[in-house]
């Protein structure tokens, strides 16, 4: 007998479901979980030797056509029998199992033994209501389903012929009664109790409409436990926010057919559409100029598109002009590191550009809320002030400044982030930090200090000073603290992980880029502040304004900021020289790091970043002067050492050798050295935007930001790189604007980096582009070996010892002042 547990395909109202889990055997003599007390879908159990009599919840017929589900055996208690012809199946067997004819108690289609058609079951209108006993018969009537019993004696003689009536009038509605009771409802359930009674009585409640007993479905109380401790759980990292789909198809077609009409190129559509949005083409024609928001476009190109939509009505005069040109300058300002201009420079500027009236351009651009402009006082150290005046009265000096909003908010940001973090300290933490610090020495125990008592706090040093922060992030850690460094690049993460002695997810080291999206570091909490105590951020002088801002934001009250880095670095690719203005400002502690780079290449570097180029000794070719007269010179040399003679004198392969040059362009530039490596290097028809499988490039996945790589392979989905171990797939139309072949780098693109063997490039026409920051970035970006391919003569000491960084104006330090971080 099978002890299966039953299941239906169609639950009724208040039956409860208990149907398999989906791709789980279903129902039927094969496959089906059949073990002693298993339990059902549900929970119910189906007890060992529960039996069922004929054509009550028959197994399903196997390999009938129907294939349907048999019904459910709610409850059913071990031994308890089902009456006869309770909850029969739908039919899943034999063809031709046509409906019953209505017998109650008989499924639609319902099979009897053997697979035969259920049949007969009609309902008998002579039948007795119920089975109710005969007057004047002794014993009565059997009970529903039970065997004849014979007839008493009466207490009246009977003739033999009455005797034998009496007994066959018996027999026949003892027969009608036995029907009416197959025909009529089943009191089934009868000899069940407890659990199984109370889930019976509970589903004919709900089919009946009645509240279920509340018991029924209680679960008995556990037993009291102890509450097991919360796992610690790492945040799931926040999700980079999504990707705005591009512009609206016909958008851009529109856009597409007003430049078109003006004689700009149809290519640029896409990207005029997404700068102006929806409407664009209407935007376009209302205001030419609004062309310049396109990057790449110049004045003169705008002026022409200009001049072919209005004709006669455009003029140099034209208001319109004048605030266009006037963002476009902030813009290109921004580009070159300045996150606001002094209002004499801007309109200087403007009348340069055939501006007539730079003020009204200026006044028109505030007006229309697209720049904004700010007056700052300037402090005069020294200056006494006018014993008898009022200090509102005093005449300060000020600068009047003009901006785009959003580096202006930027700004205004981190000075109120970073006046909140130096606010905010709790003092009585110090105590913990002060132990931690009693662990260390030298440098690192100093930093340490400082950090005990401060919420900001400034680090300067070299490479060797990386060593500083390395061992504060490791005593923060072993502490419980919870501490994180984040560098500039992913090489960055890579060396300071090797001073930890682990991977960099390990160490607990990421990059700017990945903590602030959420794919490396502690993750977040319920109001959006990272989960830390400590944040040390090296390369520091790589932050931009709006970079550092939301660094800032994300940060916790109380928490500890380390900002560390080399001052003598180029500053941020983005507009803002932070880490240079908290420097000047002097609103926290500087802690300088004593620790000089080692090594011929350490002296070299730490000469120029203090404006000398000293002659040094490099007994094992630390640093070679390679000279040359022309470009074309510069470039077959360079070729020359990074193929041939630093592999072969050095032992540095030739993918482990960065070449740095001042430009893209030129004859010596990015685009003609590399252009030659790939040659010699991996030669190749470049079958994909001039990428072949093998191929060194440097991806810019946004602007100021650079990440070295190498070609993988490429198909439909776009070129497949690798970029710091980690896969990228760059699609096709995104390909030629953030992909470059990557054995030749600029210095802004290398920075943050290093690498065993460097060239540098200096051609003849490099000159203008040499200054003491980006000499020390370049030279600084070897560890063994620097060559030096030069070609400018005595402008190298020059740029060294007389030209600093190109100054940029910002407002960083006014606004520390003055909230006093």
């Given at each position: 007998m099978s002890t299966e547990p039953e299941t239906t395909e169609k639950a009724g109202p208040g039956t409860p479901d208990t149907r398999e889990p989906h791709g789980a055997p279903r129902g039927g003599s094969e496959g089906g979980a059949a073990a002693e007390g298993a339990?059902?879908?549900?929970?119910?159990?189906?007890?060992e030797g529960a039996e069922t009599?004929?054509?009550?919840?028959?197994?399903?017929?196997?390999?009938?056509?129907?294939?349907?589900?048999?019904?459910?055996?709610?409850?059913?208690?071990?031994?308890?029998?089902?009456?006869?012809?309770?909850?029969?199946?739908?039919g899943a067997g034999a063809a031709g199992g046509s409906r019953a004819d209505g017998g109650p108690g008989t499924a639609e289609g319902a099979e009897g033994p053997g697979g035969a058609e259920a049949s007969g079951g009609t309902e008998n209108p002579g039948a007795p209501d119920a089975a109710e006993d005969v007057a004047g018969v002794e014993g009565g009537a059997d009970g529903a389903g039970g065997g004849g019993s014979d007839a008493g004696a009466g207490s009246g003689e009977l003739s033999e012929a009455e005797a034998e009536l009496a007994a066959q009038r018996l027999e026949r509605e003892r027969i009608e009664r036995r029907k009416a009771e197959k025909r009529g409802p089943i009191d089934s359930g009868g000899k069940l109790s407890g659990t199984a009674a109370d889930l019976l009585a509970a589903v004919r409640a709900v089919e009946s409409g009645e509240k279920p007993v509340a018991t029924v479905f209680a679960e008995p109380a556990p037993p009291p436990r102890r509450p097991a401790p919360e796992p610690v759980r790492k945040?799931?990292?926040?999700?980079?926010?999504?990707?705005?789909?591009?512009?609206?198809?016909?958008?851009?077609?529109?856009?597409?057919?007003?430049?078109?009409?003006?004689?700009?190129?149809?290519?640029?559509?896409?990207?005029?559409?997404a700068a102006l949005g929806e409407g664009a083409d209407s935007a376009l024609r209302e205001d030419p100029w609004q062309l310049l928001r396109v990057g790449g476009v110049r004045p003169e190109q705008a002026d022409g598109f200009a001049r072919a939509l209005l004709g006669a009505a455009c003029g140099p005069d034209d208001e319109r002009r004048g605030r266009a040109m006037t963002v476009w300058l902030l813009?290109?300002?921004?580009?070159?590191?300045?996150?606001?201009?002094?209002?004499?420079?801007?309109?200087?500027?403007?009348?340069?550009?055939?501006?007539?009236?730079?003020?009204?351009?200026?006044?028109?651009?505030?007006?229309?809320?697209?720049?904004?402009?700010?007056?700052?006082?300037?402090?005069?150290?020294?200056?006494?002030?006018?014993?008898?005046?009022?200090?509102?009265?005093?005449?300060?000096?000020?600068?009047?400044?003009?901006?785009?909003?959003?580096?202006?908010?930027?700004e205004e940001s981190l000075a109120d982030g970073l006046a909140r973090l130096v606010n905010s300290l709790a003092k009585e933490a110090g105590q913990a930090w002060e132990t931690l610090a009693a662990g260390l020495s030298g440098g690192a125990a100093e930093l340490a200090r400082a950090v005990a008592g401060h919420g900001l706090v400034l680090h300067t040093g070299g490479e060797a000073a990386r060593a500083e922060p390395a061992a504060l992030l490791g005593a923060a850690?072993?502490?419980?603290?919870?501490?994180?460094?984040?560098?500039?690049?992913?090489?960055?993460?890579?060396?300071?992980?090797?001073?930890?002695?682990?991977?960099?997810?390990?160490?607990?080291?990421?990059?700017?880029?990945?903590?602030?999206?959420?794919?490396?570091?502690?993750?977040?909490?319920?109001?959006?502040?990272?989960?830390?105590?400590?944040?040390?951020?090296?390369?520091?002088?790589?932050?931009?304004?709006?970079?550092?801002?939301?660094?800032?934001?994300?940060?916790?009250?109380?928490a500890r900021l380390v900002l560390s880095g080399d001052p003598g670095v180029l500053w941020s690719a983005g507009p803002g020289r932070v880490f240079a203005d908290l420097l000047a400002a002097r609103v926290c502690p500087q802690a300088a790091s004593r620790v000089p780079d080692p090594g011929p290449l350490g002296e070299l570097v730490s000469g120029i970043g203090v404006g000398e180029l000293n002659q040094v000794e490099a007994p094992g070719k630390e640093v070679v002067i390679v000279p040359v007269r022309d470009a074309a010179e510069a470039v077959h040399r360079t070729v020359q050492l990074v193929a041939d003679s630093v592999p072969r004198a050095l032992g540095v392969p030739a993918d482990q050798t960065v070449v740095i040059t001042p430009g893209h362009g030129g004859a010596a530039g990015t685009r003609a050295l590399n252009s030659a490596l790939k040659e010699r290097l991996n030669p190749g028809p470049g079958r994909f935007g001039g990428f072949d499988p093998g191929d060194r490039i440097a991806y810019s996945p946004a602007p100021g930001r650079t990440v070295p790589g190498v070609v993988v392979k490429a198909?439909?989905?776009?070129?497949?790189?690798?970029?710091?171990?980690?896969?990228?797939?760059?699609?096709?139309?995104?390909?030629?604007g953030s992909v470059r072949h990557g054995w030749a780098l600029t210095a802004h693109q290398a920075v943050g980096a290093r690498w065993p063997a460097a060239v540098v490039v200096l051609p003849g026409d490099a000159v203008q582009a040499l200054s003491r920051p980006w000499v020390y970035t370049a030279f600084g970006r070897a560890e063994r070996h620097l060559s030096v391919v030069h070609g400018v003569e005595q402008a190298l000491p020059k740029a060294v010892a007389e030209i600093p960084a190109k100054p940029r104006t910002t407002r960083l330090q006014t606004l520390l002042r003055t909230q006093g971080a």
């Open positions: 339990e059902t879908a549900e929970g119910r159990e189906t007890a009599a004929e054509g009550a919840g028959a197994a399903e017929a196997s390999g009938g056509a129907g294939g349907a589900e048999n019904t459910e055996a709610t409850g059913s208690a071990g031994g308890a029998e089902i009456p006869e012809g309770e909850g029969a199946a739908e945040p799931r990292p926040t999700p980079a926010p999504a990707v705005p789909s591009g512009p609206a198809p016909q958008t851009v077609d529109a856009v597409r057919r007003v430049l078109a009409e003006g004689g700009a190129p149809e290519a640029l559509a896409p990207q005029v559409a813009e290109q300002a921004a580009v070159a590191g300045h996150t606001a201009l002094d209002l004499p420079a801007l309109t200087a500027a403007l009348g340069r550009q055939g501006v007539p009236d730079p003020d009204a351009a200026v006044q028109g651009a505030l007006a229309e809320g697209e720049a904004l402009v700010f007056q700052d006082a300037l402090e005069e150290p020294g200056a006494p002030a006018a014993p008898d005046a009022d200090e509102e009265e005093q005449e300060r000096p000020v600068r009047v400044l003009v901006g785009l909003e959003r580096y202006a908010l930027a850690r072993a502490a419980g603290l919870r501490a994180f460094v984040a560098c500039h690049t992913p090489d960055g993460c890579r060396r300071l992980a090797e001073r930890l002695g682990g991977e960099p997810a390990e160490q607990g080291v990421g990059t700017v880029t990945g903590l602030l999206s959420g794919a490396e570091g502690p993750g977040r909490d319920a109001d959006g502040a990272l989960e830390l105590d400590l944040l040390i951020v090296l390369d520091a002088p790589q932050l931009d304004v709006e970079g550092a801002a939301m660094l800032v934001e994300s940060l916790p009250d109380g198909d439909a989905d776009g070129l497949h790189l690798s970029c710091a171990g980690a896969p990228v797939v760059v699609p096709r139309e995104r390909v030629e």
